[in-house]
């Protein structure tokens, strides 16, 4: 999964090393409070990225004869925190590229984006989706197999959006050659079919084996997390959201066809929409582009906000484990 | 005095021991252990890294090989990417002839790699993508491969740090480093050990997979334990001290030039 240089445009390469540094700022506050905490978390960083670089390089047998590798992606969110597992696997896919010419020096930032962050989060979510419900070796073993198909996904969509991005005049592609129907497939395929197998027998069977040895020693979730900063961050999106209502043309790639129709036509494109959003399916939503019938756009827009505000509200609610005990 | 009894050894040691070698299958033990002892070499006596005659800070020297990839990707002109070809061939010329054949070994091995995925790609764009993306790509691996060849992992740290890098990552790699080899050696003698007491091949490989590196899990703890109480002992305070002064000369400057030029080249030719 390691992509190498010169399969992604140097923009790509770019937008995704900007993309992952607010990643990075956070992993690195969120592990110095760790570290208040447990001080060996600090050495453990370094420590995790020699664990994940030879399990990595480690040979498992897959039926055929062959051998596959496991990333440990989630395994390593699991044993130390789904935030210190980002850094260490960033450091290893960091060695790897520099001293090991494992994967690119440009592609880094692809690289973490999808084996530093979609693995370890991906898997970590359902491993405490599985714990919440009571079968954490469930939601481990998906979490593994889905973290790796995950990040073979993004993998295939970054590769596999290379001819469209950066081609030549006559439309030979820059970089990676291949489309987006050969990329995705071709990494999908053999993530879900061995990969994923390999990487969740594995995470399942090391996370067994330290659990029956050293319970202590898995990463304990905190029980409680200052949940301020997340509530001012919604707040404040709720109060800016009316900020929609001074848009007045509609927003890019939200066209009815009507709109598409028109547009094509004004840059001599087609006089008519693609034949499969013409005879598409149409869904007709009760409040329609936020507008209730019978009120001014506005009103709609914003009873539309409280509703979805006081729904959402109501679900978590609903969802959060009661205090009250029965008698 | 003759002796009474013969001294002719038994017949079973006299007949010829069978030994015939059976071509066994190289099991995925033996290929994991190959491969851990190769890293071990490598890191245990990493190949002395070559002075250049004008010995550059490593800041630069990292900058360098960032503008240098980045150049490459960015430029379709192959009068350009044959001038960094050049650049790179006379760079070369400075490596003794072991170090060379290293380099050339080591190159090829890793385009070849890189080609044969995009071989496919031939049906589909026909000859000149994929020999462009190929000279690309081939380039891009050896400025790469001459960085590795020529700075020793202190001086990776030390242009790190002088590029501001965070502290937590350069501590981070410079112990992912050091307990690599130490893992590593944990790792292989345990595989060593579990292959001398199977007498018969195992049913459930992956359970003692599981077990291997779950241990191998519980021994990195138990380091990091032992680390931070030394890291503590020693009076650590967060901070990574630059070992050495990493000045930048005129020299330095001087050295990015070819590669401004064939930038400026870039920016401003329109053949």
């Given amino acids: ?327 | 005095m003759e002796p009474k009894q013969p001294t002719n050894l038994p017949a079973w040691l006299q007949a010829p021991a069978s030994t015939t070698s059976h071509a066994t299958r190289v099991t995925f033990w033996q290929r994991n252990q190959r491969h851990l002892r190769a890293l071990l070499r490598r890191l245990a006596q990493p190949a002395p890294a070559i002075q250049p005659r004008w010995h550059l800070a490593p800041q630069i020297n990292l900058i360098r090989l960032l503008l240098l990839v980045l150049l490459i990707a960015l430029i379709q002109n192959a009068v350009l990417l044959w001038c960094l070809a050049l650049l790179l061939g006379f760079q070369l010329l400075w490596l003794p002839p072991g170090q060379l054949r290293r380099f050339v070994r080591s190159w090829l091995f890793s385009s070849v790699v890189a080609v044969i995925i995009v071989l496919p790609s031939y049906w589909l764009n026909g000859p000149a993508t994929l020999l462009f993306f190929s000279l690309k790509t081939s380039l891009m691996l050896a400025n790469a491969q001459y960085y590795r060849l020529t700075t020793p992992f202190q001086d990776l740290l030390s242009g790190l740090k002088s590029l501001h890098f965070p502290d937590v990552l350069i501590m981070t790699l410079a112990i992912a480093v050091t307990y690599l080899r130490m893992l590593g050696q944990h790792l292989l003698l345990t595989m060593e050990a579990l292959e001398t007491r199977t007498v018969a091949p195992t049913k459930h490989p992956y359970r003692l997979i599981g077990a291997m590196f779950g241990n191998l899990y519980l021994k990195s703890y138990a380091y990091a334990l032992e680390l931070y109480a030394a890291m503590e002992a020693r009076g650590f305070n967060g901070h990574y001290v630059r070992s050495t002064p990493t000045h930048s000369h005129w020299r330095d400057y001087l050295s990015l030039s070819p590669d401004l030029l064939v930038l400026i080249l870039f920016v401003l030719w329109r053949p």
């Fill in chain 1, 1 to 327: 999964m390691h992509i190498p240089d010169n399969y992604l445009s140097p923009a790509t390469c770019g937008t995704l090393v900007v993309a992952m540094a607010p990643v990075w700022t956070v992993s690195v506050l969120t592990v110095k409070a760790q570290v208040k905490k447990h001080h060996e978390t600090l050495p453990m960083l370094g420590i995790a990225a020699s664990l994940a670089f030879l399990i990595m390089m480690f040979n498992l047998p897959i039926p055929g004869g062959t051998t596959a590798h496991a990333v440990g992606g989630t395994l390593l969110a699991v044993l130390i925190g789904p935030w210190a597992a980002c850094l260490a696997l960033s450091v290893t896919l960091l060695l790897q590229a520099l001293l090991f010419g494992d994967g690119g020096i440009l592609a880094f930032g692809a690289n973490a984006l999808n084996m530093a962050v979609i693995m370890p989060f991906v898997g970590y979510g359902c491993y405490r989706l599985g714990q919440k419900l009571h079968h954490e070796k469930i939601g481990l073993a998906v979490g593994a197999y889905l973290g790796i198909n995950a990040a073979a996904l993004i993998a295939g969509v970054e590769l596999g959006l290379q001819p469209l991005l950066a081609h030549t005049a006559s439309g030979a592609p820059l970089y990676c050659p291949y489309g987006l129907n050969i990329a995705v497939p071709a990494m999908l395929s053999a993530h879900l079919l061995v990969a994923g197998w390999v990487e969740l027998v594995f995470t399942l069977l090391v996370f067994q084996f330290v659990k029956r040895v050293a319970p202590t020693n898995l990463y304990q979730t905190p029980v409680k997390t200052n949940r301020r900063p997340w509530l001012a961050l919604l707040v404040g999106l709720a109060i800016l959201s009316p900020l929609g209502l001074l848009a007045s043309n509609t927003a890019w790639g939200e066209w009815d066809t009507t709109e598409l129709t028109h547009l094509l036509a004004q840059q001599h494109l087609s006089t008519q929409a693609p034949q499969g959003m013409v005879h598409g399916f149409h869904f007709q939503a009760l409040f329609s582009d936020y507008a209730i019938a019978g009120l001014p756009v506005s009103v709609g827009y914003i009873l539309s906000a409280l509703s979805a505000i006081l729904i959402f509200l109501l679900l978590i609610r609903g969802l959060q484990h009661g205090t009250e005990t029965t008698d």
